[in-house]
């Protein structure tokens, strides 16, 4: 009886509850960690800078303003990262619509940072590493020039890593010339106010405008191949967009 009852309790020992299996995973880099290392890592000044690192040709974005389209042109004469916050940039610039130059001056604020594949249509190296960036922006325009007002809206943007740094890679282009898809580059949306406007004015500009235009236009170019402006914008400044003209070159701005 005694050795039944010694089984008995052997048994019962042996069958209890298993120990509890873990499935907790391992700590993964949260990814605002991860998205501020990489802010911290690159420093974009060259990318909007008019000349960038000493380039000779001149980097003027185009863009649109208001509901007619209206041909946009701005440039960041300076652009300087923060000291202390380096997803902050402080720039200094102008803008041009049509005869009207204005200076302004305001910041670019970085809010994420990621690494990503090879943009499409993009004429880029794949063994380079690619990235996409998000921020903000508020620019506001010399308060000494009547009509004067405020920028501000979110920014979105491609760029690569390459021997030489940070760099816009271009889009594709065929046998003709004519570009397939787009390249890397950045995108400003914006509201514009000034304290006696009715309502605020919706515009956009981009690094790389001509490729992006046909995708936030209808219908920009017309003829065969798209080899010419459609007039209905035409007669909005955009038959000028070309010209090579240093409209900005008046004064270095203050920032």
Known sequence: MKLLL????LFSTAAGTPPAISTKQPARKPVAAASASLVSRFD???LWS?????????????????PQYRRLELVFQKVRRDRKNPAVYHVAGKTRERERILPFTGTITLTSMRKVRVPKGCNCAREWNHYQATGRFRLTESAAVEGSG???GTLTMMFSRTPNGVAYLPAYKDDWGYTEGKGEGT?????????????????LWASNFMEIAPTVMENFYAGDRGMHINPRYARMGWNRYW???EWWADDEPIM
């Open 50 to 66: 008019l000349h960038g690192d000493g380039e000779a040709e001149a980097r003027v974005m185009l863009g649109y303003l208001g």
């Open 6 to 9: 010694m089984l008995v309790v």
């Open 187 to 203: 995108t400003f949306t914006s509201t514009w106010r000034n304290p006696e406007s009715k309502k605020p004015l919706n515009l």
């Open 150 to 152: 405020t920028f501000s």
């Open 44 to 46: 974009l000044a060259p």
């Open 243 to 245: 010209e090579n003209e």
